[in-house]
């Protein structure tokens, strides 16, 4: 039956597609897969490929049941703009995310890395590794082991070098390895 569908227009099977014929609306996913995912591509929004595509097969649906062809403009272009749109509010929804995050940074950090002691031995713990370590090791295992602080934030906090903390960081870890293994 599909392929009865294959010889009509964008029109006709609009059409077909507004009377509930699903037959027609696959004719018109497989006609405008290929599209969606050069759009999607265009937009450099592969990473959410998934996603994009499936909200692509929905707009592209809506698009059909609200095109008015009395316009005088291609389903094509209406289409296009129709999931254009969708990918650029996509990304100005990403964008915004990011910025919201990126000002209210400190908030993040200090809700997040704050961790309660899961028990009693967990204090005996890190008394112990205290009495191994040198101060700085300590410091830097405790910012980025136990309250999770990125090695940027460590730096910054601290006031070192990068690569100070990641060799203050695997020295600590070999240092307590060690440790725990007698």
């Given amino acids: 039956m599909k392929k009865y569908f ?7 099977l609009i ?12 004719v018109m996913v497989e006609k405008y897969s290929k599209f969606i995912s050069k759009k999607i591509h265009k937009f450099n929004l592969a990473y959410e490929y998934d996603d994009l595509y499936q909200e692509g097969l929905t707009i592209l649906y809506r698009s059909i049941i609200v095109f008015d062809d009395s316009f005088n403009k291609t389903f094509t272009r209406f289409f296009e703009m129709n999931y254009e749109r969708h990918l650029i509010s996509f990304i100005r929804l990403k964008k915004s ?11 993040i950090k200090e809700n997040n890395h704050i961790i309660k002691e899961p028990s009693f031995y967990f204090r005996l713990y890190l008394d112990e590794i205290k009495k191994i370590l040198t101060p700085l090791e300590h410091d830097v295992y405790i910012l980025r082991e136990v309250k999770n602080y990125t090695i940027e934030a460590i730096s910054k ?10 060799n203050s960081c695997h020295r600590a870890k070999d240092k307590i390895r060690v440790h725990f293994k007698e």
């Fill in 157 to 166: 906090t601290l006031d070192i070098e990068v690569k100070s903390v990641y």
């Fill in 97 to 107: 995310r990011t910025h919201i995050e990126y000002i209210h940074q400190e908030e």
């Fill in 15 to 26: 059409e077909y597609v507004k009377q509930g014929n699903e037959q027609a609306f696959e």
């Fill in 6 to 12: 294959n010889h009509y227009n964008d029109f006709e």
